[in-house]
């Protein structure tokens, strides 16, 4: 099966060109949607049917960076189902061993760790907008480099991402934050 | 009457069809762009009701609508409510609807019609097949094919029922179309610029939101949200509540068990609803079994009192916006749809969230078939220019372990969307693995909608976790989930056997459109007769008064005999309930008194003549 750049015909780089990548959709969409074979064969409707849903879960993917990444990483071998998330960064440590027991307060009724927890929020926010940065700078060293060091960067970076995402949802089911 | 058609193209019709809560409407793609049909009696909306009359005979719409007054246990409306869901899903509805629930509706949701149980396809189909009856008449030609618009929160099971219903009233249905996306096609928004529109569309039982970017003609929608049980309905009942509260205290009476003192109270409170939307106040009123009661409304009462339904629209709003990743700021137009967006409070509360005043150039009521038809011109290829590239509104998931959903295709994933999923064995030889598919949000499995269970039927016994099993769930340009199932060793399609949670099997469908197939025959015949009869009416009617010409007494013995026994013939077969034989004995009459009507002819002429000087 083509991969999702070949199928865009587009250079296989993770910083890639969103405005070319939906412009190239558009153009394929109008060639391969099912409404434009309503009136064919069955077989023909259901190529149409089979071609349209892997070009929107090719854009789907290509789309979004992080899912982008992880197209690329699994494409080049990486195992990126089971680890991801679980491990603690080893950075992330000491704030996660607080709250932990600041979460276990305010499940004790204690309201005190609120305030606590409403930091330990918006610092998780700002991590996760400092991922975004760094997923930039490495998807143009690897687009340069091809390396598969940064790959591996890339994938821890993709870890702490979404240890980071759980925490935050996890924050939000105890505490209504408003933003 | 016939005018001479230009037949250009040997394109089967589709037409679009909106099947409403409250009204349903059908269009089609004219010369000049999407055209409403209007039924015989030039009406446009078809009222969604659907009564059985005594006979039997089912009646829909306009007529319908009168026989909730007088025979409204034999009569439904709003069963689109209905349509995808059990009876444990509907308990909230029951309260406030008089539906009638069949015995046995504990597998499949039935209402009691008179004598006849009906599912809420087959009322739905009944719609269908006016709208269906309209269009032929319309347009002159046999109609097939259909685009139908669903309510873009609409799942599953709600989206499949309603394909059942077009598979019933004996149509094909090419494509269902959200509502929202079809009304954005009508409004041609993609002519005057690209850009973000959200479509606000508040109907009477559904209320949808959706964002579209708008590119060249490409109408793609980022998010949609909703409620599909929210809507004008809402309102009325709100307002029957107090007024029937009001007539309990003044008239010492419960109205509410009397279902025609009910529907006549539910037609007065919406006459003062709609009335509510272009002046300052208005007056409830009813009169009804020799009582009048009478009670003012005011728009600043009115607004107090729907506030709460107005405000339930504005949370999926805002997540609909957080979904489309935009801001209301991008957003560059608002469109309303739907006849509940004519209620000045939902005005004011759109403008407010989105802060810009809402386009409202096109009759919200008929904006929704349109787009249809519009729809229905882009799959016979009428339409080239516009491609309409719809998201699927829920998270479709299947069972894991600990009763947690796994998530295989997210929300707003544009369709048709796929994902494919390995299964393996768990007890060595085991055969069969069972694979429960659900939608929804939230992560455990009784908190989502269970949309089915799949078997995977007939793998071979091999030791546990050696088999493979690949999965593809695809949802499809409908929002409709279709898997399939392919064993990886063998490389050979595995069969997939389907228990749908709601809804019908196809088995189920298959018959019903067999009986429905059956009546139309039925149908057809009783009109065949009918019109003979009416055709046997005129010629006796002619004859006798023929009797009464003087050619009539210049006629021989024997051609007065043939003619009185044309008649008696004729009279024997006009209960014959046989339409050929019928028309044999007219045919014989015509026969019988052609002598006569030349004699007539001939008479009428001298006479004409002699009255004139040449």
Redesign the interface.
């Known amino acids: 099966m083509t991969g999702y750049y070949e199928l865009f015909g587009i250079e296989r780089k993770l910083a890639l060109d969103t405005a070319l990548l939906q412009k190239r959709f558009y153009e394929l969409s109008r060639e391969l949607h099912p409404d434009r074979f309503a009136r064919k064969s069955e077989a023909e409707r259901q190529n149409a049917l089979d071609a349209s849903s892997r070009l929107n879960d090719a854009y789907r993917t290509l789309r979004d960076p992080v899912q982008r990444a992880m197209y690329v990483l699994a494409e080049e071998g990486f195992d990126i189902g089971e680890q991801r998330g679980k491990d603690v960064p080893p950075e992330l440590l000491e704030e996660v061993f607080e709250l932990n027991m600041a979460l276990e307060e305010l499940r004790n009724g204690d309201d005190s760790a609120r305030p606590q927890l409403e930091t330990a929020h918006r610092n998780f926010q700002e991590m996760l907008a400092g991922t975004s940065g760094q997923l930039e700078t490495l998807f143009a060293l690897w687009d340069a480099d091809r390396s598969r060091e940064t790959l591996v960067k890339i994938r821890a970076v993709l870890n702490r991402r979404k240890y980071v995402q759980n925490l935050v949802s996890e924050v939000e089911k105890h505490v209504h934050v408003s933003n | 009457m016939s005018t001479f058609q230009i037949d250009f193209d040997k ?1 089967d019709r589709v037409v679009g069809i909106d099947l409403g809560t409250t009204n349903s409407l059908v269009a089609f793609m004219d010369f000049t762009g999407p055209a409403i049909i209007p039924s015989a009696n030039g009406g446009r909306l078809v009222p969604s009701v659907v009564s059985v009359n005594p006979g039997g005979e089912v009646v829909v719409g306009d007529e319908a609508r009168q026989l909730l007054l007088t025979q409204p246990d034999r009569t439904v409306y709003s069963a689109k409510r209905l349509m995808g869901r059990g009876l444990d899903d509907i308990r909230e509805d029951l309260k406030l609807f008089p539906f009638h629930i069949a015995e046995g509706s504990e597998s499949v949701l039935q209402l009691q019609l008179g004598e006849q149980h009906l599912t809420p396809p087959e009322i739905s189909a009944h719609v269908l097949r006016q709208l269906k009856r309209n269009a032929e008449a319309y347009l002159g030609e046999t109609v097939t094919k259909a685009v139908i618009t669903v309510p873009a929160y609409f799942n599953d099971a709600q989206r499949q029922a309603t394909k059942d219903a077009g598979r019933i009233a004996g149509l094909e249905v ?2 269902l179309v959200n509502e929202p996306t079809a009304a954005s096609l009508a409004y041609g928004l993609d002519k005057r610029k690209d850009g973000v529109v959200a479509v606000y569309d508040l109907g009477g039982g559904t209320f949808d939101i959706s964002i579209l970017k708008l ?2 003609g ?1 109408f ?1 929608v980022l998010a949609t949200h909703g409620d599909t049980h929210l809507g004008g309905d809402d309102i009325d009942n709100l307002l029957l509540r107090i007024a029937l509260e009001d007539i309990h205290s003044e008239w010492g009476m419960d109205l509410s068990s009397d279902n025609e003192g009910v529907q006549r109270l539910r037609r007065a409170v919406i006459a003062a609803k709609e009335k509510l939307s272009f002046a300052p106040s208005t007056v409830i009123e009813l009169e009804y079994r020799g009582r009048k009661y009478s009670r003012g409304i005011d728009r600043a009462l009115f607004d107090r009192l729907i506030a709460p339904i107005v405000d339930r629209t504005l949370g999926p709003c805002r997540e609909c916006i957080k979904d489309a990743g935009v801001t209301v700021d991008q957003i560059d137009e608002v469109v309303l749809v739907g006849g509940s967006t004519r209620i000045p409070l939902v005005r004011t509360a759109v403008e407010n969230l989105f802060r810009a005043k809402p386009h409202t150039d096109l009759n919200p009521d008929e904006v929704v078939a349109l787009g249809a038809a519009v ?1 229905a011109g ?4 009428d339409v080239q220019d516009k ?3 719809d998201v699927t509104p829920l998270s479709l998931g299947i069972e894991t372990m600990g009763g947690v959903v796994s998530k295989l295709i997210l929300r707003n ?7 494919t999923e390995s299964f393996t064995t768990a007890v060595d030889g085991q055969t069969n693995v069972l694979i429960h598919v659900l939608q929804g949000e939230r992560e455990l499995v009784k908190d989502c909608r269970s949309l089915a269970r799949f078997d995977l039927k007939d793998i071979d016994p091999v030791p546990a976790g050696l088999a493979r099993i690949e999965v593809r769930f ?4 409908n929002g409709i989930l279709n898997v399939t199932a392919r064993d990886q060793r063998t490389g050979k399609e595995q069969s997939v056997d389907i228990k749908p949670s709601y809804g019908l099997t196809d088995e189920q469908v298959e018959k019903m459109i067999l009986e429905s197939v059956q009546k139309a025959e039925e149908d057809f015949h009783a009109r065949q007769v009918r019109e003979a009869q009416v055709e046997a009416d005129n010629i006796l009617r002619a004859v006798e008064k023929g009797k009464q010409n003087p050619a009539y007494s210049g006629l021989t013995e024997e051609e007065r005999a043939a003619i009185e026994k044309a008649i008696h013939d004729l009279q024997a077969a006009y209960h014959s309930n046989d339409h050929h034989g019928i028309n044999d004995k007219i045919e014989a009459l015509n026969a019988a008194t052609q002598k006569l009507a030349e004699d007539m002819m001939n008479t009428a002429v001298s006479s004409a003549l002699r009255g004139t000087k040449i």
């Open positions: 394109r090419l494509r590119q060249e490409i793609e729809q882009i799959l016979s290829g491609l309409l590239l994933s544009t369709i048709p969307a796929s994902a695809l949802i499809d340009a």
